[in-house]
């Protein structure tokens, strides 16, 4: 790995890994972040069709006189 003390690779193949882990880590929560914002975005505009749906409805107060 690298030793930051005298800043010098030891084991060069060790680093190699351990960076492809962290680049593929860093993927995946890019891949995560992405998908909770899309449902996020669906939800709230989910929520707010619903709340247009609840105010356009016809009230049944017209039919009581």
């Known amino acids: 790995m690298y ?3 005298n800043m010098k690779i030891e084991d060069e193949g ?6 492809i882990r962290d ?3 860093k ?12 449902t996020r975005i669906e939800t709230l ?3 707010d069709r619903n709340e247009a ?3 356009k409805r ?5 039919t009581e006189e």
């Open 14 to 19: 060790r680093l190699h890994e351990k960076d």
């Open 23 to 25: 680049k593929n880590k």
């Open 45 to 47: 505009a989910d929520n």
């Open 27 to 38: 993927k995946r929560y890019e891949v995560r972040y992405d998908v909770e914002e899309t």
């Open 58 to 62: 016809i009230s049944h107060k017209h």
């Open 3 to 5: 030793n930051p003390v």
């Open 53 to 55: 749906m609840a105010l």
